[in-house]
């Protein structure tokens, strides 16, 4: 039984979130997908530290600047049209060379994280954005943070 749905999106199009100084534009949830992945694309970006997914494999794609991503024990130097794989259980981070230059295309499989952000989104709009927020939406979204 095919429970996706076809949709298509114009260039801009996509549902942003924002949250303290990140937006992330939701290109594909698991909604439109039938759960087999989320895209979403890191528009005003900031550093991630290191943390694992309990249930999502993660891709990274380079869109603008230069990132440095850490898988595991390795380090990976990536720029515009380089790709990363994170496995899910696998610590990984990302930082930009550049402090807040770049752009990030992140595809999750299977989707859902994308719920994540919406948590966060909805506690900045609320004025609640605070460290029980992160806690909360990490809980319920199986992310793991490690420093």
Known sequence: MDTSRRFALAAEGGERLRFGDVEVLVRAASETTGGAF????????????LHVHEREDELFYVLEGEHVFQVGDEEFRVGPGGIVFAPRGVPH????????????????????????????ADADRAGRLDADAYERASRSHGVTWLR
């Open 93 to 120: 981070s990302q930082r930009r060379v550049v402090p807040r230059k770049g752009r990030v295309l992140v595809l999750t499989s299977p989707g859902g994280l994308e719920g994540f952000f919406r948590e966060l």
């Open 38 to 49: 989320a895209l979403f694309e890191e528009n005003e970006p900031v550093d991630t530290p």
